[in-house]
């Protein structure tokens, strides 16, 4: 008689969609706690991804207006206060500024001793910050200015009352269209406006101004002719050279009083600062991303904790520690992937929606998308991997139990 021997059983195996089928059962069967532990992932992810989006937007912003107003602008002031002049350079400054070879254009700015109202039955008092300035018919061309209705001062304009008003002082005098004739009150004079200029983003003095020739200040308002302040176009290249020059051109006698300063530096620092804030921004980000992984964490504890029951009729069918494992790390890990995937389209809809609104070009760097996904997938990760121990770790026989 032949003794037979036992077959031999083959190992339990669990195949990769099966570990994703019993993985999302969890989440599937407590759809508000899974909401809820997918909530602070998504929060954490939707901050970062939408910091870096519109710290980008911003950024981009901020270039192409630095590339369409240029590097190589130059403000010339003259000193005031102790120790210093009256503000104003010698009469031939501007002429002078202009024969340096490597200046492009150059154009002046002279203070008007008049008010600026909206009619003479407005108190003088009532001026709400806005100055009158003469200037050179250059002066648009210097600083790569734009008319946004009317025109700009011609030889014609120069030589009688014409003003054209700043961005900021239009919208102050409630004047938005020149349809048909608008005049302003200019010191004891009605002014007619004939342009409203677009913003001046490296000169906002001139924004709440209304600018007129130079020739009409001295001849209806007396002006002083000496300029206030004096715009320089210069040569790539030729910055730091021409920097050097400018005081003892400009002002001969006192060059120690010249200040000559470079208004997109001001663009440029603001980048720096913004580039501080965002890291300030994403380190907050980080911060609800981890509290975010440690509810997920508390979740699936507790969840291997209501669930003995099913770890240990589970094991006894034959599924294994790793199987049991891989079971509640996939759930984790779907939990971090559903607020991960909800905190990138948050974060994406933050940046087109604040964007559209300040009008910047939108961009949402790839890296910022796929990491802020990534981030959220190894948070969940980290999250249940304490927990699928703890699970894997329950003996059949004391789960049951329980």
Not at 56 to 79: F, R, Y
Not at 197 to 218: K, V
């Amino acid at each position: 008689m032949t003794a037979t021997l036992p077959q031999r059983t083959s190992a339990s195996r669990l195949r990769p969609s099966d570990v994703l089928r019993v993985g999302a059962s969890g989440p599937r069967a407590r759809k508000t706690r899974t909401a809820l532990s997918a909530l602070g992932v998504s929060i954490g992810i939707a901050a970062m991804v939408g910091v870096l989006g519109l710290s980008e937007s911003s950024k981009s912003a901020l270039l192409d207006e630095i590339s369409a107003l240029g590097t190589n602008l130059l403000t010339v002031e003259s000193g005031v206060g102790i120790g210093g002049g009256d503000g104003k350079f010698p009469e031939g400054s501007l002429a002078a500024v202009n024969r340096i070879e490597t200046v492009e254009t150059a154009s002046a700015v002279h203070d008007v001793e008049a008010s600026l109202l909206k009619s003479e039955f407005i108190p003088s008092g009532q001026t709400r910050g806005l100055t009158v300035v003469a200037a050179s018919e250059s002066l648009l061309e210097t600083l790569n200015g734009e008319v946004a209705e009317g025109r700009w001062l011609d030889n014609a304009t120069s030589e009688y009352p014409a003003v054209v008003l700043g961005s900021v002082a239009a919208e102050r005098l409630g004047i938005t269209t020149l349809t048909q004739p608008i005049y302003v009150y200019v010191g004891e004079h009605y002014v007619e406006v004939i342009g409203i200029l677009e913003e001046f983003p490296l000169s906002a003095d001139l924004d709440r101004s209304a600018i007129m020739g130079q020739q009409a200040s001295e001849a209806f308002f007396e002006s002083d002719p000496s300029p206030t302040t004096i715009f320089a176009r210069v040569e790539s290249g030729t910055l730091d050279a021409t920097r050097d020059l400018i005081p003892t051109t400009a002002d001969a006698e006192n060059p120690e009083e010249v200040t000559v300063s470079r208004p997109s530096d001001a663009l440029e620092a603001q980048a720096a600062a913004d580039d501080a804030l965002t890291t300030l921004f994403l380190g907050l980000g980080a911060v609800a991303l981890l509290v975010g992984g440690i509810g997920i964490a508390n979740v699936m504890v507790i969840a291997v904790i209501e669930r003995r029951g099913e770890i240990g009729l589970r094991r006894a069918l034959g599924a294994t520690r790793a199987h049991i494992r891989r079971q509640f790390l996939t759930e984790a890990v779907i939990l971090s992937a559903l607020g991960g995937a909800v905190g990138v389209a948050l974060g994406i809809g933050a940046t087109y929606l604040y964007s559209g609104l300040q009008g910047w070009r939108v961009i949402i760097p790839g890296t910022a998308a796929a990491g802020g996904f990534l981030a959220a997938l190894l948070i969940g990760a980290a999250a249940g991997l304490y927990p699928a121990m703890r699970a894997a770790r329950l003996a059949p026989t004391e789960a049951l139990r329980a």
